[in-house]
């Protein structure tokens, strides 16, 4: 049933004069059923704050947590009552208040009381100073109660739904798209053609990365319009759901950073809910099984898992192409367990390899210690106007590279305008757009990198800056272990960008 466009007045004789009140509305991320809830909540509320001549302030919030914390506009809400800003908060039920377990009804009890800050929704008021009121408390906890009975339900709701072959798994994958009316996955032809292509060039012995580049540059992109990468064909290829399976509950608890929850574990796949036969397949079984054998035998563990930390480990960059670089161990016979940087073999969305060459890797830590130590020698007299020169320099190139980035943008307005109008093919468009794509993305990684290093050079003061030196001088030995030479340098250095032409060697370091 719909809400009235217009709350009438009830005549209630509050214990405080009322002015200035908050607006407050909560719709849960889960209340599905009815999508346009919080405009009918605003316009009843405005309605009835409006009437009574009151001014207002509307605060709003879509989420599904109860905890404080992680709602923000309610945390702000909070800071506003504890200022006694405003006389009375308004909301359409009690429990959009108070709808959280003791230790956070404690608080809000406390906020509101304090101030005499009113709770008031269009029919009845709240007033949680009065101590001698043991129905707000009361309230308060069946408020809590509900919720969590809510929630119980919504997920043996998604239970059922899954057993009955429904897809309750969010967005569909690649491939698919999402039948509301039969809540089931459709096949998407044309990205279904690109799921079989991947299965059948992977069982052909084809690289995931090297399936990835050839996508790229046929122009396809994933459903969010991104290029394709290795982890991409990896999650396709190990995706029940191109069988026609329908798979619930791989997991328990999660890794939400705006959410009080259980820690994310993955389950055994004996424990999953899997539906045969949900939806249409792209993928037959037996080729699924074919794949699923396959990536077994490919699976190698990695080299950082087999050698361990290495002495610039996370810390080293290729400073032709920015990707990280790789390291390993030779053991040589008058030189045992030699460390080297490995030839940066990273390749751009197309395919297009890296020639960054290697290098043993105690030839580079030598010459960051030279780097570091001319550093040490000149930072006391040197460093303010260093600094200002360092900030100067990045918020130009900053400049530079947003101005290019725009320019880039603008160049794939005018070859879709030309496709639009006739100028060019489509297998022209994707060329040049595939061009243009793959310098955005590289001016990006670039623009993002200097603006850490604009912040970073930001926030450091003189005195802090001397002290890291000179610790780092007093740590740091080329006879330590590489755990602790890795250690030292972190403390002190953010990246190191390495660059090798024929045997000329560039180090650029960018300190914390």
């Given at each position: 049933m719909d809400l009235p466009l217009f709350t009438e007045?009830?005549?209630?004789?509050?214990?405080?004069?009322?002015?200035?009140?908050?607006?407050?509305?909560?719709?849960?991320?889960?209340?599905?059923?009815?999508?346009?809830?919080?405009?009918?909540?605003?316009?009843?509320?405005?309605?009835?704050?409006?009437?009574?001549?009151?001014?207002?302030?509307?605060?709003?919030?879509?989420?599904?947590?109860?905890?404080?914390?992680?709602?923000?506009?309610?945390?702000?809400?909070?800071?506003?009552?504890?200022?006694?800003?405003?006389?009375?908060?308004?909301?359409?039920?009690?429990?959009?208040?108070t709808r959280a377990g003791m230790d956070e009804y404690s608080v809000i009890q406390k906020a509101f009381a304090t101030n005499q800050t009113l709770i008031i929704t269009p029919h009845e008021f709240y007033d949680l100073s009065d101590s001698e009121n043991i129905m707000n408390p009361i309230k308060a906890v069946m408020g809590n109660y509900e919720f969590l009975q809510i929630r119980k339900r919504l997920k043996e709701g998604k239970v059922r739904s899954a057993r009955m072959g429904k897809w309750v798994n969010g967005k569909p994958p690649y491939g698919y798209w999402y039948d509301r009316n039969t809540k089931q996955l459709e096949i998407m032809e044309d990205e279904a053609e690109v799921v079989q292509m991947i299965f059948s060039r992977y069982l052909e012995k084809t690289a995931?990365?090297?399936?990835?580049?050839?996508?790229?540059?046929?122009?396809?992109?994933?459903?969010?319009?991104?290029?394709?990468?290795?982890?991409?064909?990896?999650?396709?290829?190990?995706?029940?759901?191109?069988?026609g399976d329908n798979v619930f509950g791989k997991s328990k608890g999660s890794g939400h950073l705006n959410k009080k929850t259980t820690t994310l574990e993955y389950k055994d796949e004996d424990d999953w809910i899997i539906v045969p036969n949900s939806h249409p397949p792209i993928i037959d079984k037996e080729t699924f099984d074919k794949v699923k054998i396959d990536i077994k035998k490919r699976t190698r563990m990695p080299t950082k898992a087999r050698s361990g930390r290495y002495a610039l480990s996370g810390l080293l960059f290729c400073g032709k192409c920015g990707h990280s670089m790789r390291f390993n161990r030779k053991d040589l016979v008058k030189r045992k367990n030699?460390?080297?940087?490995?030839?940066?073999?990273?390749?751009?969305?197309?395919?297009?390899?890296?020639?960054?060459?290697?290098?043993?890797?105690?030839?580079?830590?030598?010459?960051?210690?030279?780097?570091?130590?001319?550093?040490?020698?000149?930072?006391?007299?040197?460093?303010?106007?260093?600094?200002?020169?360092?900030?100067?320099?990045?918020?130009?190139?900053?400049?530079?590279?947003?101005?290019?980035?725009?320019?880039?943008?603008?160049?794939?307005?005018?070859?879709?305008?030309?496709?639009?109008?006739?100028?060019?093919?489509?297998?022209?468009?994707?060329?040049?757009?595939?061009t243009i794509l793959s310098k955005i993305d590289k001016l990006n990684k670039e623009l993002i990198n200097i603006e850490n290093s604009i912040a970073e050079t930001s926030n450091q003061t003189k005195k802090e800056r001397i002290l890291r030196f000179e610790e780092f001088k007093s740590t740091f030995s080329m006879e330590n272990d590489d755990e602790s030479i890795n250690h030292a340098l972190r403390e002190l250095i953010k990246s190191i960008h390495y660059t090798r032409v024929d045997n000329t060697i560039t180090l650029e370091l960018t300190y914390m």
């Open positions: 007045v009830t005549i209630i004789n509050y214990p405080k004069k009322i002015t200035n009140v908050a607006i407050y509305l909560r719709k849960s991320r889960q209340d599905k059923s009815e999508v346009d809830a919080l405009e009918k909540h605003r316009i009843q509320l405005v309605n009835f704050v409006e009437n009574n001549n009151w001014s207002y302030e509307v605060i709003e919030e879509i989420g599904t947590s109860q905890d404080i914390s992680f709602r923000k506009k309610f945390s702000y809400l909070l800071e506003q009552v504890e200022s006694n800003i405003f006389d009375a908060v308004v909301c359409m039920d009690f429990d959009r208040i995931m990365y090297k399936i990835a580049h050839e996508l790229n540059l046929l122009g396809y992109r994933t459903s969010n319009g991104s290029f394709f990468q290795d982890a991409t064909i990896s999650r396709i290829l190990n995706n029940r759901v191109y069988i030699v460390s080297y940087v490995v030839k940066c073999q990273s390749s751009d969305p197309f395919g297009n390899r890296c020639d960054n060459k290697g290098i043993e890797l105690k030839t580079l830590i030598t010459e960051i210690e030279r780097q570091v130590n001319t550093k040490i020698l000149s930072i006391k007299d040197s460093f303010v106007d260093d600094t200002k020169d360092t900030l100067s320099n990045l918020n130009q190139e900053s400049k530079l590279k947003t101005s290019e980035i725009n320019k880039h943008n603008l160049s794939l307005e005018r070859i879709k305008e030309l496709y639009i109008e006739g100028e060019i093919d489509k297998e022209e468009r994707k060329s040049r757009s595939n």
